[in-house]
């Protein structure tokens, strides 16, 4: 920060206008400026540069915010970054149109998906979480009142679980209600349970744990119906559509679910299990479809996610608008992520490197995508964040019955001497 992004931004600024003409992205002076050059007999003005906003530095880089001139497109700034890079000597340049006419250039410094630094900043909204770090530098959020649903995939050793990790650690300091369902035995969420309103550790459990989300959803729409009260002298912004147009005083605490595994909970070897499996698709595929307004927001994660896992998965699968893609054991498998959103981001996904896990490609179903890194997150460090703040899990009658028993925390203090054992 001192001495690297200095001379970036010198280098940046002494540069700029002939990188800018070297790279084809200037434009040929006026007209009038021509006519007044030949009139008053002085020499032709140069072609004219993009006219630059603002030089920010950042923990990563540098931010170069430019004006473009008339004539001039974002394609054709998005289209020269690799050589902007190789210009002003970065690691990387990424472009992003703001507004008409106006451009952000984000420059890294280093590969910051190998050294991954998050800043101490927090959500700009409530429910937006801050996961990972992206390729650009910027921060990766997970936004859940913009994307409610989401789906994670990712092959064994990939990076899935510090991802979900991260997640939950984000939470925690949230008034929200976690709810996890684990079929490995809740090896990976149950040490986390003291942040946990409720847990399932087997697909019957999970079965009625799902059932009884989709009535606390059907009893969260009738509190907003009882509440909307619409007459003629109600003004349009006190009509409650959903639980954040509710008063604070009567809202009802939003729901985050988290599947660790889905395909354990449709796989099926028997007519009964076959049974519990569409139970449970079903229960899914609702609070999909219904749940965003309740408050009820899905994270689903899994190796694969596709049509051989039975009917409705895919029926499933359209509703998770965010997706993210770690690295995969083939194609099939990236395409299940991306295939219907970003064809572009599927070759990105399968192209993920096996001696970086944690590095994953983000989308969503604007086609935009962009790969990210998240922080590693130990158990030890989860377990203590969820531990810290404990206090805010939220009691919810219709959930208690699958609250998990936890043990009270240790003390503080602990004895000095260990008392010796008796002998005969």
Known sequence: MTFGVTLAALRVAVRYASVMDACGLTVPPARWRLSLARMTNRPVPESRAPRILRLRPTRTGLVLRIKLRPGQDAFDVASATDRLRHSFGMYGVTSRELRSGIVELRMTGYDVLRRVQMTAETGPAPMCIPVALREDGSVHYRDYRAVPHGLTLGATESGKSVYQRNLV?????????????????????????????????????????????????????????????????????????????????????????????????????????????????????????????????????????GSELGKGITMLRAQLTGRTAHRVNDESSANMAFGDIAPDAVLAAIQIPTDVPGIAVSGDSTGGWTRIRAPHTSLRQAVNICNRHADRTPDMPALAAFRPAVTPLASATAPLTKAAPTTA
Not at 247 to 256: E, L, N, S, W
Not at 291 to 298: D, E, H, M, N, T
Request: with cysteine; net charge negative; charged share 25%.
């Open 169 to 305: 650690a984000g939470l925690a300091a949230h008034d929200v209600a976690l709810v996890g369902i684990d079929c490995k035995q809740g090896v990976e969420l149950f040490p986390l349970a003291r942040r946990f309103s409720a847990l399932a550790d087997n697909p019957d459990t999970a079965l009625e744990l799902l059932e009884a989300l989709v009535q606390h959803m059907e009893d969260v729409y009738q509190l907003i119906r009882s509440a909307q009260r619409i007459t003629v002298d109600v003004p349009d912004a006190d009509i409650a559509a959903d639980i954040w147009d509710l008063p604070a005083d009567i809202r009802p605490t939003p729901v985050v679910v988290l599947v660790d595994e889905v395909a354990e909970l449709a796989l099926f070897a028997t007519k009964d299990e076959e049974k519990r499996r569409d139970r449970i698709v079903t229960a899914l595929v609702r609070l999909a479809q219904l749940g965003r307004a309740s408050g009820i927001y899905l994270e689903i994660c899994g190796q694969r996610f």
